[in-house]
């Protein structure tokens, strides 16, 4: 039997994905109504034409005085109505204004008293304290300065920086391509729900929840998605299916058949068509990795890279976001690095670590804010992926104890990260 190469560290795997990806970082890009650009990459500076707020405004509905003015207990006349919208006159010494959230001031007053705060008469107003000048007032400004970058290239437009951009006037913005994804299924016993009843599945079959799972993964990271079904067991079906999968995609990506030293016709179908890599990564779950690259046809047609994931339906959730996210990040110019997580403390015991892997346990954080375990840590369970709402990363041999710091790492940061 062959010698099994050693187990390659997760950082070393991160780096050397990142390192093959980066010659697909390609620059398409597209303009979009920024309407429509929710969860694209910008492919520019976002600069702001304007100051934001563009003048001194009032933050609470009330009166618009000249701090200096008022005297507690003394009315003061109104002289004026300000909704928002609606430029005033220039304050009178002596008087108030009637304002409006967002209205802008007049000129003259530098403070605004609420309402709450103030005893209306019949035209007049009074105050029962001085107010200290620049009181509920926003000035011009103090979001946003003329000529500042309010969203730099490389982020990713969220409803919050969607709005941003539409707070400087950006009606369209400039974004990235999305990444195209080839996604395929290979094995023989795999079934789609739907053509087979449950009752009449044939032994050894399985329905194909990774295809599933990785579509709906692919797609919340924005990517452009192509599925080209279940491959037949066939060396040449297979070789087909990849070459065909390259046209046109950035990333061709599989599930099973991948363990290190495995015979089945992937890994031939891609070495034939490119160049193909297999990893034993120091990870539970989600050991086996493949990566390389299939040939596109054509003079300077380039390659489209290949990611074969483990078919265990959590190794495969997992490796997504410890490999495949890594790729996404690359092809789409975001920071790659894995994210940090946070440190919070561990209600449950983990007394027999993996000595040599670095563990990625399915966990939740109670109303107590204690993370939780889910009991059953196999690969095959999926159960614990859906009750899970985070991950403990967990080093090689460390034990865990109730009350213990561990990392942990937010699904929806992982997820929105790429």
């Not at 009315?75 to 109505?81: D, G, I, K, L, N």
């Not at 204004?97 to 802008?104: E, H, L, P």
């Not at 926003?138 to 951009?165: H, I, K, M, N, Y």
Request: hydrophobic letters at 40%; one cysteine or more.
């Amino acid at each position: 039997m062959a010698d099994r190469p050693p187990l390659l560290s997760l950082d070393e795997a991160q780096s050397r994905l990142v390192q093959g990806a980066q010659p697909l970082a390609i620059r398409e890009t597209q303009e979009l109504s920024t309407f429509d650009a929710l969860g694209r990459v910008l492919a520019q500076d976002v600069f702001s034409p304007l100051d934001v707020p563009p003048a001194d405004n009032s933050s609470m509905d009330g009166y618009a005085v000249r701090a200096a003015d008022v005297q507690p207990g003394v009315a003061m006349p109104v002289s004026q109505r300000i909704p928002a919208g609606h430029v005033g006159q220039a304050l009178q010494p002596g008087t108030a204004a009637r304002i409006f959230t967002g209205a802008q001031l007049p000129a003259g007053a530098d403070a605004v008293v609420m309402q709450e705060d103030a005893t209306a008469g019949e035209g007049t107003v009074s105050f029962a304290a001085t107010p200290a000048a620049g009181q509920w007032v926003r000035p011009r400004g103090e979001d946003v300065r003329v000529g500042a970058v309010v969203l730099p290239r490389g982020s990713r437009l969220t409803p919050q920086a969607l709005g941003l951009a539409a707070t400087v006037g950006a009606a369209r913005l400039t974004v990235l391509r999305r990444p195209r994804v080839a996604l395929l299924s290979t094995g023989d016993e795999l079934v789609m729900p739907g053509e087979v009843a449950p009752q009449d599945l044939p032994p050894g079959a399985i329905y194909n929840s990774n295809r599933f799972t990785l579509r709906g993964l692919l797609q919340a990271a924005g990517c452009d998605v192509t599925d080209f079904g279940i491959v037949p067991d066939k060396l040449d079906a297979t070789r087909e299916t990849i070459r065909h999968a390259a046209a046109g995609h950035d990333l061709i990506l599989t599930t099973g058949g991948v363990s290190v030293g495995e015979e089945d016709h992937v890994k031939p179908a891609v070495q034939a068509l490119g160049r193909l890599d297999m990893w034993s990564i120091a990870t539970k779950p989600g050991k086996p990795l493949a990566f390389g690259a299939v040939r596109r046809e054509g003079d300077g047609a380039g390659e489209a890279l290949f990611l074969g994931l483990p078919g265990n339906p959590v190794s495969t959730y997992i490796t997504f976001f410890l490999a495949v996210r890594s790729v996404l990040c690359a092809l789409q110019g975001l920071p790659t690095a894995f994210p940090r997580g946070i440190e919070l403390t561990a209600d449950f015991d983990l007394p027999k670590p993996d000595r040599n892997r670095r563990e990625f346990l399915r966990a939740r954080v109670g109303e107590d804010g204690l993370v939780k375990l889910f009991p059953n840590q196999s690969s095959g369970v999926l159960t614990s992926a859906v009750w899970a709402d985070g991950l403990v990363d967990n080093p090689p041999g460390t034990v865990i104890r109730p009350g213990d710091r561990v990392r942990y790492l937010p699904l929806s940061g992982l997820l929105a990260s790429c």
